[in-house]
């Protein structure tokens, strides 16, 4: 995972565990909105656009502290494939807004397909976004995500997608 993604997820999530979470049980168990959401974008290599991606996820209906549990599956267009589970975290809970601000963990298991070598079949994937929630409870989101093996092994060049993504309630 690029290293300021792992930074903005670990700060602000950290601060608000602290600040929300502690005075009873730092990662308490609690209520969620359970969603599914699918994901498309553009993928980057090296400051060069190469292709186009999917990605299916579903977010758990519960929390730990402010962490989501969410698991997710992606495919490129030249056939290259992500799966994996971690957990995400946003400013819903903190502000009386219909905006809102996301970043997100998963560890996860890449294949290649014809798209680029970014070393390993071990994958991190950070995101960091900007969303709105509709009255109706279906969100949208723009963002930048980054995954890399985060020098597990030699080559870790990183791959990038920039997307929009729409969420929908399943309560």
Not at 40 to 45: D, L
């Amino acid at each position: 995972m690029e290293g300021w993604l792992a930074g903005v997820f670990a700060v602000f999530g950290a601060v608000d565990v602290y600040l929300n979470d502690c005075q009873t049980s730092c990662f308490a168990y609690s209520d969620a909105t359970a969603r599914v959401h699918a994901q498309a974008g553009a993928t980057e290599f090296n400051n060069r656009w190469i292709g186009q991606e999917v990605l299916l996820g579903y977010d758990f209906g519960r929390k730990y502290g402010p962490f989501q549990p969410t698991i997710a599956a992606s495919i490129t267009d030249m056939g290259d494939a992500w799966i994996g589970a971690g957990v995400k975290w946003n400013t819903q809970h903190l502000f009386d807004s219909h905006f809102y601000f996301e970043t997100y963990a998963m560890p996860g298991l890449y294949a290649a397909g014809a798209g680029p070598d970014i070393g390993g079949f071990i994958q991190f994937r950070g995101s960091i976004g900007f969303g709105y929630e509709f009255e109706n409870g279906v969100q949208a989101l723009i963002a930048y995500d980054h995954r890399s093996n985060a020098h597990i092994w030699k080559t870790n060049p990183g791959l990038e997608t920039f997307h929009l993504r729409v969420s929908f309630p399943l309560d």
